[in-house]
C-alpha cells in the first residue's frame, strides 16, 4: 500500500473546508470561479507544489499536480453547488494530494486534479468535459449561469493563472474516490462501494410564453398562464412516465423562473431546468420523445409558446474492469465483508475522463444519505477507510 497519512489527509480536508465555510454544521458555499473557490484553488496549488509537483492551472481553472513521467491521476471537484457540504468532490481531491505524496515517498508516480464546475453553475462537469474534447471551448464559454454571465467571463477571473490543457497521454488511468451521496451504504453499515458504471444524464431549460396580464381583472378562463403551463405540463409528464421508468430512473425540476415574478401578476413567462437520469440509454431517449411531446402539447391546448434549449447529454458510463478488480481486492483486503459494487447516481468528472483512459470509482457512505445540503457529512474512520482503500488499488494499478 502507498504510505499514506490519515491525519495529515484529515487536516486538509478540513482546511479546504475553511474556503466557503458557511451554513449549519459543516456547509459550504464555493461555487465554480466564486471568490472561495478562486482561492481555495490557489492554495491547492501550493499543496502540489510542496508536495514535489508541477503545479498547473488549465484555461478552465482545472488545478492539477503533475508528476514526472506517466502516472496515474487521482482527484476530482474542488467547487460546490449553491449550497453544498465538505465532502462531495473536496474528498477526492485531497486523496489525490494525499496518494501523490505518498507516491513521492514510494516512488510511485501519481498525479493529482481539481477539475472545474463539475457541480454545473454552467452545465455539468464543465471543466473536464472541455479538457476531455466534448465541448470546444467557445461552446463552453458561451454557457450562461442563472444570472447571466457567461463562462467566459467566470474563466477570466482565473486568467492570470492559466497555461495549456494537460495531454490525457500522459495518464495510465484516472480513480476517484466520492462520497456516496446515497443511503445504500449507511443504511447497511457498510465502509465502501467499488462503482460500477456511472448514470446517464439528459438535462436542458424549457421557457413557456404566454400572456403577462393583471391578476385581479383578467379571468381565469382568458388567461395564458406560463406557470400554470409548466404544472400542466409536470402533470403529463409525471403520468407518462410511469409505463417507461425503473425505481432506479430520476427526473428533476430544481429551478423554476418566474416573469416578471410578482403577486399581483400572472406571469407571461415561466422557464425551467429539466434533467432526468437513468443507467439505460434507450430509457434516456424514449423519456426524452414523452417530455417532447408533453411540451407540445401543453403549448397547443393552453395557447402558449414552448421553447426549449440545447440539451445536455453524457451518456451511462461502465468502469474498467482491471481497476474495479484493484478496488474491489482492496475493498476485502481493508474492510472484509462490509462493501458491495454499485452503480453511481450522481455524475462526475470520471464520465468524461473514462473517454481517455481507464477510469474507477470508490464510494464511501453518507450519513443519512445527505449530500447537496450543508448537512452533508461521513464519519471521519470511513473517509480513512476510503483513502486506504484508495492507496492499495492505486499502489497496484501503479506497479503495472
Ligand atoms: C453532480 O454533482 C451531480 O449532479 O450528480
Ligand atoms: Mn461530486
Ligand atoms: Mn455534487
Same mark, same amino acid.
Given at each position: 500500500m502507498l504510505p499514506v497519512n490519515?491525519?495529515?489527509?484529515?487536516a486538509d480536508?478540513?482546511?479546504?473546508?475553511?474556503?466557503?465555510?458557511?451554513?449549519v454544521g459543516k456547509g459550504v458555499v464555493r461555487q465554480a470561479f466564486s471568490d472561495p473557490d478562486i482561492a481555495a484553488r490557489r492554495w491547492l496549488a501550493d499543496q502540489y507544489a510542496a508536495a514535489g509537483l508541477t503545479a498547473h492551472v488549465d484555461p478552465v481553472g482545472s488545478v492539477w499536480g503533475l508528476a514526472e513521467g506517466r502516472s496515474l491521476l487521482?482527484?476530482?471537484?474542488?467547487?460546490?453547488?449553491?449550497?453544498?457540504?465538505?465532502?462531495?468532490?473536496?474528498?477526492?481531491?485531497i486523496c489525490g494530494l494525499e496518494l501523490a505524496r505518498a507516491g513521492k515517498e514510494a516512488g510511485r508516480p501519481i498525479s493529482a486534479v481539481s477539475f472545474q464546475?463539475?457541480?454545473?453553475?454552467?452545465?455539468?462537469?464543465?471543466?473536464?468535459?472541455?479538457?476531455?474534447?466534448?465541448?470546444?471551448?467557445?461552446?463552453?464559454?458561451?454557457?450562461?449561469d442563472t444570472t447571466g454571465t457567461t463562462f467566459a467571463a467566470a474563466?477570466?477571473?482565473?486568467?492570470?493563472?492559466?497555461?495549456?490543457?494537460?495531454?490525457?497521454?500522459?495518464?495510465?488511468?484516472?480513480?476517484?474516490?466520492?462520497?456516496?451521496?446515497?443511503p445504500w451504504l449507511d443504511k447497511a453499515g457498510e465502509a465502501a462501494g467499488v462503482v460500477t458504471s456511472i448514470v446517464g444524464i439528459r438535462d436542458m431549460r424549457i421557457t413557456f410564453s404566454g400572456e403577462?396580464?393583471?391578476?385581479?381583472?383578467?379571468?381565469?378562463?382568458?388567461?395564458?398562464?406560463?406557470?400554470?403551463?409548466?404544472?400542466?405540463?409536470?402533470q403529463k409528464i409525471t403520468d407518462r412516465f410511469r409505463n417507461v421508468v425503473t425505481p432506479e430512473t430520476v427526473w428533476t425540476t430544481g429551478h423554476v423562473d418566474l416573469y416578471p415574478g410578482s403577486h399581483s401578476i400572472v406571469p407571461g413567462r415561466c422557464t425551467f431546468s429539466m434533467q432526468w437520469r437513468d443507467g439505460d440509454r434507450d430509457r434516456l431517449e424514449r423519456m426524452e420523445a414523452i417530455i417532447r411531446e408533453a411540451i407540445a402539447e401543453t403549448a397547443d391546448e393552453q395557447g402558449l409558446m414552448a421553447d426549449t434549449s440545447?440539451?445536455?447529454?453524457? %451518456?451511462? &458510463?461502465?468502469?474498467?474492469?482491471?481497476?474495479?478488480? *484493484?478496488? $474491489? +481486492?482492496? =475493498?476485502?483486503?481493508?474492510?472484509?465483508?462490509?462493501?458491495?459494487?454499485?452503480?453511481?447516481?450522481?455524475?462526475?468528472?470520471?464520465?468524461?475522463?473514462?473517454?481517455?483512459?481507464?477510469?474507477a470509482m470508490l464510494f464511501v457512505p453518507s450519513i443519512n444519505g445527505i449530500s447537496h445540503a450543508?448537512?452533508?457529512?461521513?464519519?471521519?474512520? %470511513?473517509? &480513512?477507510?476510503?483513502?486506504?482503500?484508495?492507496?492499495? *488499488?492505486? $499502489? +497496484?494499478? =501503479?506497479?503495472?
Open positions: 490519515p491525519d495529515r489527509f484529515l480536508l478540513h482546511h479546504l473546508r475553511s474556503f466557503g465555510a458557511s451554513g487521482v482527484g476530482s471537484h474542488s467547487d460546490t453547488q449553491p449550497e453544498g457540504g465538505w465532502l462531495d468532490g473536496a474528498l477526492g481531491v464546475d463539475e457541480e454545473g453553475r454552467f452545465g455539468v462537469t464543465t471543466g473536464s468535459r472541455v479538457w476531455g474534447g466534448f465541448t470546444s471551448l467557445a461552446e463552453a464559454d458561451a454557457l450562461t474563466r477570466a477571473r482565473m486568467a492570470d493563472m492559466a497555461g495549456d490543457f494537460v495531454d490525457p497521454a500522459r495518464f495510465m488511468g484516472f480513480l476517484e474516490c466520492h462520497i456516496e451521496q446515497g403577462q396580464n393583471h391578476a385581479g381583472t383578467t379571468p381565469m378562463h382568458l388567461r395564458k398562464d406560463a406557470y400554470r403551463g409548466m404544472l400542466a405540463y409536470q440545447a440539451m445536455l447529454a453524457l %451518456d451511462p &458510463v461502465p468502469m474498467d474492469a482491471g481497476f474495479r478488480a *484493484a478496488l $474491489e +481486492t482492496a =475493498a476485502e483486503a481493508v474492510a472484509p465483508g462490509r462493501w458491495r459494487r454499485m452503480p453511481s447516481g450522481a455524475l462526475h468528472d470520471a464520465t468524461s475522463v473514462a473517454a481517455h483512459m481507464p477510469v450543508f448537512e452533508e457529512d461521513t464519519a471521519e474512520a %470511513d473517509l &480513512v477507510t476510503g483513502l486506504t482503500v484508495l492507496a492499495h *488499488a492505486a $499502489e +497496484t494499478i =501503479a506497479r503495472g
